[in-house]
């Protein structure tokens, strides 16, 4: 950039040369190096404004690619977190299958000694029954040989 103001100022210089040796009167002279000295001028200021701007362009583009640095960052993390979320699903998946598995057998296993204890129960009602028949008959037997002379008493 710097380069660039130096080749402005070497027209200049020789315009500024060559229109002091010439035979103009004196105030063309000086009005016209004035004009060069301040399109020189003019040209010093849009070079360092362009540089100015050049500047501030590069600046602009470091902060981009240093945005474009973070996005690819975030999107790696976010990539990683992803993955993360989706083990941690999966995995939630597998014990809720697990649990209701162990759930399902666990019900199973209650029905089943809830079955044992009805039958426990119908059968010791049974055996009650039996027994009690079984009483009954003796009783009557019982109350049939009070009736009945006694064998040994005889």
């Known amino acids: 950039m710097r380069r660039m103001w130096w080749l402005a100022t070497i027209p200049a210089l020789a315009l500024g040369c060559a229109s002091g040796s010439s035979n103009q009167p004196k105030s063309e002279t000086t009005e016209t190096q004035t004009q060069a000295q301040q399109a020189l001028q003019q040209a010093a200021d849009a070079q360092k404004q362009a540089l100015a701007e050049q500047q501030k362009a590069e600046q602009l583009q470091q902060e981009v690619m240093q945005k474009q640095k ?19 699903q999966r995995q939630a998946q597998r014990l809720s299958a697990n649990a209701q ?47 009945a002379p006694n064998p040994k008493q005889q």
């Open 70 to 88: 973070d996005l690819t960052d975030t999107q790696a993390r976010l990539t990683a977190q992803r993955t993360k979320a989706e083990q941690a």
């Open 101 to 147: 598995s162990e759930a399902q057998f666990q019900q199973d296993q209650a029905v089943q000694a809830q079955r044992r204890q009805a039958q426990q129960r119908q059968n010791q009602s049974s055996q009650g029954n039996t027994s009690n028949q079984g009483n009954t008959s003796d009783q009557s037997n019982t109350s049939d040989q009070s009736n």
